[in-house]
């Protein structure tokens, strides 16, 4: 077995089989790592969520926002810029994909977009559907701050966007912060204006941990097993060429491995010497004759 593991076809399977463990090792890494970021996210739902708001400017004395700080709830006062929606595609509520709407809202001397809800998609994808207009004059808007999300490098026209992207919001509205934050709605007084077309409150976000964690060990339980692929496939061919082996020895010596007590087989031509000493013919034994009542008879 071990003459066979140091041919060049072994070792170059062996290496496969090792590839395949530290490969699957990294992708269990790479799955633990995103139950561990979830967790953190989920931490802070369950902190931040429900706790009592702090003004806007006190959350944002207290440095960037890291994933512990993520919906951290504000209150902020100030105006909507009223006509400058953007709407971000592909957000679903109770199963129905529609758009959330984000509206420049000033306060304190910055801008920032304010999710105000979700609407359900138009007719069609290249326009977007009516909403009600925020507010105007001075309101106060209660809600959770939160990082922008990553640009999805999808060009959509205006005023919609692929995701809650501030960079990409900044290109075609200057006037926003350069601080990469954002809040979405909870409350707000006065109440939001509703007319023929509300908007819906956003749902509280889910809390489920999702299933990196068990991928995380699926990974880690596969490590082993391009090894022991090998051993078997290895075990195998190894215990066939023993098999080979110890027939052409038996062949050689005139021993007949079959027992069929040293005859050799006939060839094709009926002469029993037809098979010469050393030549294996696997044939399948012939089957002894049956002796009928009439045949003892007549003998």
């Known amino acids: 077995m071990l003459r066979l593991l140091f041919t060049r076809r072994w070792l170059l399977g062996s290496l496969a089989a090792v590839a395949f463990g530290v490969a699957c090792f990294f992708l269990g890494q790479w799955q633990w790592g995103r139950h561990v970021e979830q967790q953190a996210k989920v931490a802070a739902i369950r902190t931040n969520y429900d706790a009592a ?3 806007l400017a006190a959350a944002l004395a207290a440095g960037p926002l890291t994933l512990d700080r993520q919906w951290t709830r504000v209150t902020l006062t100030g105006t909507y810029a ?13 199963q129905t994909v529609g758009l959330e709407v984000l509206t420049p809202f000033t306060t304190d001397g910055q801008t920032l977009l304010v999710d105000r809800g979700w609407v359900p998609n138009a007719d069609d994808a290249t326009t977007v559907p009516p909403v009600d207009p ?10 959770w701050l939160r990082t922008g999300e990553p640009d999805l490098g999808r060009a959509l026209p205006l005023p919609q966007l692929a995701s809650i992207s501030t960079e990409v919001a900044r290109a075609s509205m200057p006037e926003l912060s ?27 976000p ?3 941990l999702g299933p990196h ?22 075990r195998r061919e190894a215990q066939g060429v023993r098999d080979a ?12 491995p079959l027992g069929r007590d040293g005859q050799p087989w006939p060839d094709d031509t009926g002469d029993p010497a037809g098979n010469p000493a050393g030549v294996l013919v696997a ?3 012939r089957k002894a004759k049956k002796v009928r009542i009439w045949d003892e008879e007549d003998g």
């Open 245 to 256: 082996e110890t027939e052409v020895k038996a062949a050689g010596s005139g021993e007949d």
């Open 53 to 55: 708001p702090v003004p």
């Open 178 to 204: 350069p601080l990469d934050l954002y809040v979405v709605a909870g409350s707000q007084s006065p109440d939001p204006f509703r007319g023929a077309h509300p908007l819906t409150a956003l749902l509280r």
């Open 213 to 234: 964690q068990a991928y995380a060990y699926q990974w880690w339980l596969f490590m082993p097993g391009g090894l022991v692929f090998v051993f078997w496939a290895l």
């Open 134 to 143: 925020p507010l105007s004059g001075q309101v106060t808007v209660t809600g």
């Open 283 to 285: 044939r399948t034994p």
């Open 82 to 94: 009223a006509g400058r929606d953007l709407f971000v595609r592909n957000r679903t509520i109770d």
């Open 206 to 208: 889910e809390e489920d």
